[in-house]
């Protein structure tokens, strides 16, 4: 059965994008069925997944949030689903900050992203939905259409408090608009075990929430690399598979299949 995780925080620069598309490449190479969704305006998972210009596309992300919104059909598959080497990804460009707008006066507006994820998941094991740096609309959407939320956190910030107004927003949707979403985990990124900072926040996290959300056992380090196979345009796994960063992601993808829902 197909798992939809929402890779979310609203604080900017946490590493949802890198991790959306690490882990996705890292599960693809346990053998999984990944999709991949860039549910961010900023275009970045698809920028870095190679695709620079997305303007151009005929069907990003935007497209279907649109043509669902004025309840008009959507294009066949084979239009919007791009199939990369181990993993097929659904694009974005700025149409989607305009369709975030139109969401808010429509009926079952925090409903529009699932629905479109319903017609794709009979496909895949896995299907992880990249977040932009926000509480809007668009978050509540992915929110709404996801069974768990990874939440990446900069280890390198005291993350604590903006973490608090996260879990709080998916606290209240699990209140009333999904009641079955489950946190999969806190995930400590750019984790550099040498610095106190980094071995703050871990505690930090750890007291604040250690025993009633799960932190993943696994923390992803920091490295100069993961800039790089960005703009190489492909993983960090295939960019420089023994890199401590992709040892991690591997890891992790491991804990994610474990920890099943
Ligand atoms: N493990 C890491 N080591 C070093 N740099 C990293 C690591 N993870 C992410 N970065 C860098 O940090 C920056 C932010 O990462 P990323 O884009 O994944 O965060 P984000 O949460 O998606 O940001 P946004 O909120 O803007 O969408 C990027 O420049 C990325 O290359
Ligand atoms: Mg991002």
Redesign the pocket.
């Known amino acids: 059965m197909c798992e939809v995780i929402a890779i979310a925080n609203q604080k900017g620069g946490a590493g949802?994008?890198t991790t959306t598309k690490n882990l996705g490449r890292a599960l693809g190479a346990l053998g999984k069925k990944v999709l991949e969704i860039d549910f961010?305006p900023?275009n970045?998972?698809s920028t870095s997944l190679g695709y620079d210009s997305t303007e151009e596309e005929p069907f990003t992300i935007g497209d279907l949030v649109d043509r669902t919104i004025e309840m008009k059909p959507l294009p066949r598959k084979e239009e919007y689903i791009k199939h990369l080497e181990h993993v097929d990804v659904i694009l974005s460009n700025i149409i989607l900050s305009a369709s975030d707008m139109k969401l808010v006066g429509i009926m079952e507006r925090e409903y529009i992203l699932k629905s479109i994820i319903e017609v794709v998941k009979p496909d895949y094991d896995y299907i992880l939905i990249?977040c932009n740096?926000s509480l809007g609309m668009l978050v509540v959407n992915a929110l709404a259409a996801c069974d768990t939320v990874i939440i990446p956190v900069d280890s390198n910030y005291l993350a604590s408090k903006g973490l608090e107004l996260f879990l709080k927003t998916v606290f209240k949707i699990r209140k009333r608009i999904n009641t079955k979403i489950v946190i999969k985990g806190i995930l400590l990124t750019k984790f550099i075990g040498t610095t106190n900072l980094s071995k703050e926040s871990l505690s930090d996290i750890n007291e604040a929430y250690g025993s009633g959300i799960n932190i993943f056992e696994t923390k992803i380090p920091n490295s100069v690399k993961v800039g790089e196979s960005d703009k190489e345009g492909i993983s960090i796994i295939d960019f420089k598979p023994n890199n401590n960063v992709s040892v991690a992601y591997m890891k992790l993808a491991r804990e994610v299949v474990e920890n099943g829902r």
């Open positions: 949802k994008t961010d900023q970045s998972l990249d740096p």
